[in-house]
């Protein structure tokens, strides 16, 4: 066998490799998610392909669901980091701070292009500039994953799932910190 016809077989397995990733990363494994009012919400957790969207409560730090409209939102089962969700919602930035806990560090981790109303830089910056605010929408949705809300004064909101404190360490293989509960059983 020729150098040049080894070359060209490694490069093209190469190539297909990786349109094979690219399509696995971007687009396998997604679907998009009803408006959380075109689902039947049970008191258990959500069936697949149902979203359940709540903001927790400083008075008692229970979540409350809450409604909203125009959703659109994407999910897949290889991860719970990758919902993704964008809507709005008609309440003020100043009764949501009185009202529902403030998420610390918010971190908005990265949509496939495709799903272009979610633009995790621009919520990044508007984040740390103050144009708009995250709220913890439920904490421990799976173990060591929260919920996370972030809002606009003009009532866009987006919504994602972010490792907590317990997640990162568990996944890290790390000591848990004081307040955490022990992970179920892999």
Do not use: H
């Not at 094979?20 to 009803?34: G, M």
């Not at 919520?123 to 995250?134: C, I, P, R, S």
């Not at 809300?149 to 990162?168: H, K, L, S, T």
Request: charged share 20%; with cysteine; proline share 7%.
């Amino acid at each position: 066998m020729s150098g040049r016809l080894l070359i060209s077989l490694m490069l093209g397995f190469a190539l297909v490799f990786g349109a094979v990733l690219w399509y696995f990363q971007n687009y396998a494994y997604y679907y998009a998610l009803p408006a959380p009012d075109a689902v039947q919400t049970s008191a258990s957790q959500p069936m697949k392909g149902e979203v359940d969207l709540r903001l927790t409560r400083l008075r008692d730090a229970m979540p409350e669901a809450i409604t909203v409209s125009g959703f659109q939102g994407i999910n897949a089962d290889t991860s719970p980091l990758k919902f993704k969700a964008c809507f709005t919602f008609g309440r003020s930035i100043p009764m949501m701070t009185e009202t529902y806990v403030i998420y610390e560090d918010p971190t908005p981790l990265k949509a496939p292009v495709w799903f272009d109303c979610f633009d995790s830089a621009k919520l990044t910056q508007d984040l740390e500039a103050g144009t708009a605010l995250a709220f913890l929408g439920q904490a421990d949705i799976q173990y060591g994953v929260d919920r996370v809300i972030a809002v606009y004064d003009d009532g866009r909101a987006y919504a994602w799932n972010q490792i907590n404190a317990c997640g990162e360490a568990v996944y890290a293989g790390e000591k848990l910190p004081a307040n955490c509960p022990q992970p179920p059983e892999r």
